[in-house]
């Protein structure tokens, strides 16, 4: 199983560069402008994987092909950021690099796993493995000693030994625009898609500080005094004089340059009777956020979103709850998912279905109350069904060198008996 695992990732491999135009438009919108690598052509992509109405750009150009090129850890872990920026996981996640054998090398087999288990670290060791890509963070609360007792500190320690990196993008990968919830809900058909939880972006100064002062040398004695007690922050102001004489001065700074600032003008009379202070707000990420709600192109019934969805998520069997006053015959025409443990996120949404991994049974009781309908498919089976997309990304921007697979070992732990 190991073996044949690993020949059909290079079979993978040799498909993805043999067809130029697949490769071309397989790759996704970096949601970042600083990061594009060349100028997008972008044009939707169909096909039982990925949401129709999500656009990927071709943002890697073919002449940046590495057919014998070696990549070493950190190579890899930039295309990964280029993928899905790690600024758009959740604060509460534990994203990015948890694992980091102390001798570098080459990089030659990536195995993508939603769960990091002890079956996959096996089938990792089997493949003589050099990175795993964990969708969920196998290290997630903070700990105080490796030892064998507990089954996650000892994949940790196995890894370690073997010089297996392990990664884990989670939450960022919900979140980037063509990610996985949009991957989900293009499982029940296109339609017009848009973010329930939008992302922002990272803004290092968070307040504007505004003030008068009656002479450009009381300016540059207070500006002297602020930028004295800054702890290093930089202070971005803009100087207009009005008609009234004095001189109008609009400043931004970060959350730990506020205090100091405000005590500095509270020192002077003028600066302190004009004082006004505003909270900015973070830019949002036009796409890019936790769950999808989706108008559908063409209304479907319940039935048949059932059976898009076991087909998309190549399940037999899901779990339904109808809304009150609905049957399988009613019309769905609006659809909000939440790849995982979607609650959180879709309640209060107004929509025909839910379609997520799990909710408490309250939850599904308060949404089936207000006529929504419910699929839940378990945890990660909302989500596994990405590694074979996220393969197709991530290989086709690599050099042929790197094998990358998806691990026959991973399942949800919960099955129908």
Known sequence: MLTGCRNISRRFLSHTRTVGSRRNTSLLSHPLPAHTLCSPTSRPISGPQLAPSVPFSSTRCLSHSHHNTIMDLKEVLQVLEQLAPLSLA????????????????????????????????????????????????????????????????????????????????????????????????????SGKVS???????????????????????????????????????????????????????SLTCSDSALTPSVQTLLRHSTPSQSLNILQLQKPPLPGHGQGRLSILDQPVTVATAVQKMKSHLGLNHLRLALGVGQTLESTV???????????????????????????????????????????????????????????????????????VAVSQADKDPLEVV
């Open 333 to 403: 025409s609006t659809v909000a998912v939440c790849a995982g443990s979607g609650a959180s996120v879709l309640m209060g949404v107004r929509a025909d279905l839910y379609v997520t991994g799990e909710m408490s049974h309250h939850e599904v009781l308060d949404a089936a109350a207000k006529g929504t309908s419910v699929i839940l498919s378990d945890h990660s089976n909302s989500e596994r069904g990405f590694l074979l997309v996220f393969r197709e990304r991530l290989a086709v921007r690599l050099p042929d060198t790197v094998t």
């Open 90 to 189: 959740e604060s509460w996640d534990n994203v990015g690099l948890l694992v980091e054998p102390s001798k570098a090398r080459p990089l030659n087999t990536i195995l993508l796993t939603n769960d990091l288990t002890e079956s996959v670290m096996d089938e990792a060791l089997a493949m003589n493995c050099d990175l795993i890509i964990s969708y969920h963070p196998p290290l997630f609360r903070p700990i105080k000693r490796l030892v064998q007792k507990d089954w996650k500190q000892r994949l940790a320690i196995r890894a370690l030994e073997a010089g297996i990196a392990i990664f884990s993008p989670h939450t960022s990968w919900d979140s980037v625009k063509g990610g996985v919830n949009d991957w989900l809900v293009g499982g029940v058909g």
């Open 195 to 249: 973010v329930i939880s939008q992302a922002t972006g990272d803004a290092s100064h968070s307040h504007k500080v505004e003030f008068t002062v009656r002479s450009d040398e009381e300016l540059n004695t207070v500006m002297e005094e602020m930028k004295a007690c800054d702890s290093g922050t930089t202070l971005q102001h803009s100087v207009s004089r009005p008609d009234n004489g004095g001189i109008h001065v």
